[in-house]
C-alpha cells in the first residue's frame, strides 16, 4: 500500500511568484495536515483539514491557503513567494486527525525561493 | 515564542548504551505528547507517544516520561543501536475550539556510535 505522496519533490521559484504544492493521504485516510520545515528547525504547523473542511490553522500569513477535494488529495498554495519561505513543506495523513500517533508523514517537497 | 524545547541539538552515544532525548515545554494545554524520528530526505516517523494523564509509556527498546510538574518529558532508548541514528523531534498536541495542532521542538541529532 502506497504512503503519503507528495508533488513536486523539489521545486525553484522567485520572490513574487505563486506556487501549488500537492499531496494524496494514504488511502483510507481522511485528514491531512501540512506543516512547513526551516533548516535547522521542526516543521511548524500550517494546517489541518479533515472531511474538506478546515480543523486548524497555524500562525501563517493569507498568502497561504489550502484546500481539500472529495478523494482527499490536498493542495497547499502560496502566493507572492518571499525568500523566507524557502523550505521543506511536509504533508501528513491520518484516518481522523484525532489521534495524532496515527499522523503518517510524506518525503516533503523542497522549495527555494530566489 | 517556542513552546516546545529541545535544548541539546546533538547527542552522541555507544551502541549498546543508553540514549536519553529531552524535552521542555510551556503550555499548560497539551493533551498529548509524541516523539518523531527522522532520517535524512525522508518526512517524520512516529516513534512513541503518551498522553498528558500518564507518567509513562514504553514501546520495545523506547520509552517516554512525561514530568507534568516540571513540563518536561524524556524519550530512552536502550540499548541505542547504529540504526537510531537520526533527528528526534518532541511534538506535543493542543485543542482548542475543535481545532487541533502539533507543536514540534528544533529536533536533537542523535548519533549511535558502533
Known amino acids: 500500500d502506497a504512503g503519503v505522496t507528495q508533488s513536486p519533490t523539489h521545486l525553484i521559484k522567485t520572490r513574487g511568484q505563486h506556487v501549488t504544492l500537492r499531496c494524496s493521504p494514504i488511502?483510507?485516510?481522511?485528514?491531512v495536515s501540512w506543516y512547513q520545515q526551516v533548516l535547522g528547525q521542526g516543521p511548524q504547523f500550517i494546517f489541518q483539514y479533515y472531511e474538506k473542511e478546515e480543523r486548524g490553522r497555524g500562525n501563517f500569513p493569507d498568502r497561504f491557503s489550502a484546500r481539500q477535494f472529495p478523494n482527499y488529495s490536498s493542495e497547499l498554495n502560496v502566493n507572492a513567494l518571499l525568500l523566507g519561505d524557502s523550505a521543506l513543506y511536509l504533508c501528513?495523513?491520518?484516518?481522523?486527525?484525532?489521534?495524532?500517533?496515527?499522523?503518517?508523514f510524506g518525503p516533503g517537497t523542497r522549495l527555494t525561493v530566489l | 515564542d517556542q513552546q516546545v524545547k529541545q535544548n541539546s541539538p546533538s547527542l552522541s552515544v555507544q551502541e549498546g548504551r543508553i540514549s536519553i532525548l529531552n524535552c521542555d515545554y510551556t503550555n499548560s494545554m497539551f493533551d498529548y505528547f509524541l516523539w518523531y524520528k527522522k532520517y535524512p530526505a525522508e518526512g517524520p516517523t512516529f516513534l512513541i507517544s503518551?498522553?498528558?494523564?500518564?507518567d509513562k509509556n514504553e514501546d520495545g527498546r523506547f520509552t517516554v516520561f512525561l514530568n507534568k510538574s516540571a513540563k518536561h518529558l524524556s524519550l530512552h532508548i536502550v540499548p541505542s543501536q547504529p540504526g537510531d541514528s537520526a533527528v528526534y523531534f518532541c511534538?506535543?498536541?493542543?485543542?482548542?475550539?475543535?481545532?487541533?495542532?502539533?507543536?514540534f521542538g528544533k529536533g536533537t541529532k542523535l548519533t549511535v556510535n558502533p
Open positions: 488511502s483510507g485516510h481522511k485528514s
Open positions: 511534538a506535543a498536541r493542543v485543542t482548542q475550539g475543535g481545532s487541533e495542532k502539533l507543536v
Open positions: 501528513a495523513s491520518s484516518l481522523t486527525g484525532i489521534s495524532y500517533n496515527e499522523q503518517f
Open positions: 503518551i498522553s498528558s494523564i500518564k
